[in-house]
């Protein structure tokens, strides 16, 4: 008798080794926090607990060496990642779609949720307290579960029904878009600092 894993749900977790542009990005994302009114409208309006350049710049790369450098690793690590994950891509390549700076004020969080019309998303580290925030996945079967009993909680990771994974500088992650993930809420009282991304 033999137990088989099927269908499972790709992580893709990788470092940038560069400390100068983990430097210029950290830079960047707290300049673009003040200047940025119409990101800090949005927040507000939103009640995100921070700022975010989701909603109001679209260019980053264009405008900024530190996000244009950024641009060309990421879509590099999206190649490998897509080769990895054996997506038939029909011979073309990731192509980055949106890229916008987060910062959680100390608390906050973001709630469950997935990012349509995407084919990989992710999300780069840039400062990151002690307490920060993890990000959380769900399994995607969740909602077929039933009357499924819990898990244990020594159960191996590819058999929970959420994995949580704890930021830290540098940390790239990146998902297929489908994959519902969280920030959870952490204990720190500093700015959490990350870069979160799309490909179409």
Known sequence: MAVSQLFSTPLWQSQLEDPVLLEALAHSCHSLAA????????????????????????????RDPAFAALARWLVKQ????????????????????????????????????????????GTLYVEVPTGAGAIRFEDPRLPM??????RLASAPEPLRSFVTVAPAPGLLLLWESWLRHEVLPGSTRSERVSISFNFA
Do not use: C
Not at 97 to 119: E, F, M, Q, Y
Not at 145 to 150: D, E, K, R, S
């Open 145 to 150: 579960f039933m009357h499924a009993p819990p």
């Open 35 to 62: 200047e940025d009114r119409a990101g800090q409208r949005w927040a507000r309006d939103h009640r995100y607990r921070g700022y975010t350049s989701y909603a109001s710049l679209n260019d980053l790369p264009a």
């Open 78 to 121: 999206a190649g490998a990642f897509a080769g990895a994950t054996h997506l038939d891509l029909a011979g073309r390549k990731p192509r980055l779609d949106s890229l916008w700076v987060n910062i959680l004020k100390p608390g906050g969080a973001h709630s469950g949720h997935i990012h349509p019309r995407s084919i990989i998303s």
